[in-house]
C-alpha cells in the first residue's frame, strides 16, 4: 500500500523536479566531454559525434530536454509557491508544468522554432 502523502500531487511534482535534476546532473559531465572533445579539433570533435551518433541517444538527447524543460518549469513552480501569497491548486500547477515539457521535447525532436 503506498502512503498518502505519496499519492499527492506536490510530492510528485517534487520527485519529477529532482529525477529531472538528477538526470541533467548526469548529462552535464558528458556534454563536457563533447565540449572539451571540440578542443582537440574538428577531428577529435566529429570522432566524438561518431561515436554517439546513434538512434537510443537520439531519443536520449529528447528526453534530456524534456528533463530540463520539466525541471525549469517545477522550479518555477516552487518559486511561486515560495514568493506568490495567491495559490493555484498544486495539481493543476503541475499538469501545466508536465505540457510545457512535454511541448518543448516535441518542438524539439520536430525541429519546430
Keep these: 500500500m503506498i502512503p498518502r502523502t505519496r499519492t499527492k500531487p506536490g510530492y510528485l511534482a517534487a520527485l519529477l523536479h529532482r529525477l529531472a535534476g538528477i538526470a ?9 566531454l563533447a565540449l572539451a572533445s571540440a578542443l582537440n579539433g574538428a577531428d577529435a570533435l566529429d570522432e566524438f559525434l561518431n561515436v554517439v551518433n546513434t538512434p537510443i541517444l537520439k531519443i536520449a538527447e529528447c528526453g534530456i530536454v524534456v528533463a530540463l524543460a520539466l525541471h525549469l518549469s517545477l522550479g518555477l513552480r516552487v518559486l511561486a509557491i515560495e514568493f506568490i501569497p495567491a495559490r493555484e491548486p498544486t495539481r493543476i500547477a503541475v499538469t501545466l508544468c508536465l ?15
Design 24 to 32: 541533467l546532473a548526469v548529462f552535464l559531465p558528458i556534454h563536457f
Design 99 to 113: 505540457a510545457v515539457a512535454i511541448a518543448v521535447g516535441l518542438m524539439f525532436m520536430l525541429n519546430v522554432g
